[in-house]
């Protein structure tokens, strides 16, 4: 048995009553979309173990091997990516599928209480189906003037999110799950979409930075799953008319990002 129709419904359901996010502070930056989410996960009755801050995924189902990350992002702003802290994105970690919860809110509200403009559920496996790389940060000495300074290692992962991989997301409730999935009540679900992902003929497998010149230097090997096709479906809640969800055409993201990059608009190219 899988629990992500019953959150999905959970958060479609929330967004049609107008429960809105409650951000408790003008600090609190991060966790109130998390909290939000928390809330709806609760009402479906499924436990879900309580963990620090920055577990990942944010919330680890306990009878079921499923856990669910929460993204939430503001607009206007940055919705074509996000950063994966220390953490790749995928749809598998340490036995469990790991479904993906996005959703955007507005950037600047009034108050401390503003609603759910759209979300998107969707399987890691949608961002990145390759589940046997394992992070690891590292670190060296001898740096410096005096070869005492330590340098670290400690990656971080920007990827790209459903809003920049396909369209007919933005206002709607939308769930995206590998199509071979059984899903549990999906008889409460309509199909809006069929969505493909094929695996790149090459990818990074090294890197290296040279301190002399600042630059950055990877190292590209054949893709052993190159050419794999993998389909996944879009479902929206049965009584819900929005329309179809298509995958955008594809396109060679940037190299590298600025690393304050805030304001990239969904009608970017």
């Known amino acids: 048995m899988v629990t992500v129709v019953d959150v999905f419904l959970s958060c479609y359901e929330a967004m049609q009553r107008g429960d809105l996010i409650h951000r408790r502070n003008r600090r609190d930056k991060e966790f109130h979309f998390q909290d939000w989410v928390g809330h709806r996960i609760t009402e479906t009755g499924f436990p879900w173990e309580v963990t620090k801050r920055n577990k990942y995924p944010d919330y680890i189902m306990t009878n079921h091997p499923e856990g669910y990350e929460v993204k939430g992002l503001e607009t206007p702003g940055r919705q074509l990516d996000f950063d994966c802290n220390s953490q790749l994105a995928t749809g598998m970690h340490e036995g469990r599928s790991v479904y993906y919860v996005f959703g955007r809110y507005p950037k600047k509200p009034d108050a401390d209480r503003f609603p759910v403009l759209d979300l998107v559920i969707c399987h890691g496996d949608f961002l990145n189906a390759h589940h046997d790389y394992i992070h690891k940060n590292d670190s060296f000495r001898d740096f410096g003037s005096y ?65 002399r010149d600042n630059t950055l230097c990877t190292e590209l090997a054949d893709n052993p799953t190159a050419g794999t096709t993998r389909n996944f479906a879009a479902y929206r809640e049965v009584g819900d008319s929005a329309g179809d969800v298509v995958m955008k055409p594809a396109r060679r993201l940037p190299r590298q990002l600025p690393l304050d990059e805030t304001t990239d608009e969904l009608s970017n190219p």
């Open 147 to 211: 070869g005492d300074i330590l340098v670290r290692d400690r990656k971080m992962y920007v990827a790209p999110t459903p809003y920049a991989l396909a369209d007919g997301l933005t206002s709607n409730c939308t769930l995206i799950a590998p199509e071979e999935e059984v899903l549990d009540g999906v008889d409460r679900l309509r199909q809006v979409g069929r969505l493909t992902r094929t695996d790149a003929d090459r990818i990074a497998t090294k890197y290296s930075f040279d301190f």
